[in-house]
């Protein structure tokens, strides 16, 4: 089954005060008192008020399932059943299949150029159903016998012209935490320093107390993101609101529409509509964000719970010709120079045979920190390839503590027993 929706207005067959939406006022009841229907309205907004305002503050507005956005038939837009939440916590559920005339629509805008770009929006309506017999008002001078018993929620369509701006179904909160996590590029504001800086104690932590460091800065950017939030401003309400954002705004975004068209003899023309879907936001439920999050924690856990044994590590700025057959390089602690001969390669690489080796003729270590390698002749190809072993068999050891090289200076931890490679390419001396 296909509802179609042809209005250009939201549904005025109920009104707010159908739905009352109170949740910091709740019924108090005693023995003998008399209930009327405003007790019964205040019963009724305590709970609907409080998951409205759940909802929109701690979950957000977004799809939960369906919607799905297609095209077809004479230019009818057909949405699927689904679900989804309004920027007022309320549920938008569609029960069969929405659609919208979307040549109506293309028309009634006189476009000026051949393209139109358009968000498909799913908003809030409701109509009365159900009519029971009543008790006339006496004050009703119509002395009507029946009223509507029952509230419906329902689901309407529209198409709103694009501004140049992204539609979106969210509003851009929390602007620390999305600098600090890469979500948005930092600009001058306050907000983008507290987290430029909050970065930069986090790269600079050491690799074992990282995790923690980004806990501690997260939750002071979370706090400060926080406290700058306030509901929106209703127009015509005095004060602020209950929800993050107006009534005329709180649609759920479906998709993007990008329209084709011209005219032929005063009549529009669509050529092409194409619909993007990824415009809209999908809520996820709790139990599908745990799992997302868990995929990260082996590299938070791995690196956290190693801890490192300060075994030798290479600075790769540090290598450098002597000569043209002589490299030398540091390392961050003594090194054990009889330990390298075997741990030490240098490779290049040939255009027609691919990696080869390169003779090392000595290897010495000159106050214990300074790895001098010279080779049996000239590097044979452009490129090079310097390879000191922290695994295997014949690593390179350090003297104090006696434990294999760590790989390079920044890198992850390595162990008492097994530690990392340390991979530098470099390129062919030039010749005087």
Known sequence: MTTCDDTAAPCQSCSESDLPVNPFSALRVAFGMLLGEDDFRTMMGNPRGKQMLHSAWLHGSGVAWGYQVALGGEYQLSV?????????????????????????????????????????????????TSLVPTLADPCDVTRKHDDYSRVLETVRLSLKADDGSPPSSTPADYRRLRVLFGLLAPGTDQASQDALASIEAVMSAPDGNRAQVLLAEFRKLAALDAVELKP?????????????????????????????????????????????????????????????????????????GTPDHGGPR????????????????????????????????????????????????????????????????????????LIVRGTGPEPAFGVDPAVPL?????????????GRDAVIMFPRRPRP
């Not at 299949?97 to 109506?104: E, K, R, T």
């Open 314 to 385: 290479v600075l790769p700025d540090s290598l450098n010709w002597t000569d043209d057959r002589t490299l030398e390089f540091e390392v961050t602690a003594p090194v054990n120079a009889r330990s390298l001969r075997r741990a030490v390669r240098i490779t290049s690489l040939s255009a027609d045979r691919g990696w080869a080796d390169d003779d090392v003729d000595t290897i010495e270590v000159r106050d214990g920190t300074t790895v001098v390698v010279r080779l049996a002749d000239q590097l044979a190809n452009d490129t090079g390839r």
């Open 232 to 304: 929106a401003v209703e127009a015509g309400v005095d004060g602020l609101s209950l929800f993050p954002t107006t009534d005329e705004k709180s649609g759920v975004v479906l998709a993007r529409l990008v329209i084709k068209q011209h005219e032929v003899s005063g009549a529009i023309q669509i050529d092409k509509v194409d619909i993007d879907s990824s415009a809209r936001t999908t809520l996820l439920p709790t139990s599908v964000i745990q799992e997302l999050t868990a995929g990260t924690a082996p590299s938070l856990f791995g690196s956290a």
């Open 406 to 418: 760590a790989g390079v200076a920044g890198g992850p931890p390595a162990g008492k027993d097994d």
């Open 80 to 128: 699927s059943p689904g679900l989804a939440v309004d920027g007022h916590g309320r549920e938008l559920f569609a029960e069969t299949s929405l659609c919208l005339n979307l040549m109506d629509w293309v028309t009634a805008q006189k476009p000026a150029g051949d393209t139109i770009t358009a968000t498909l929006v799913a908003d809030f309506s409701c109509v009365p």
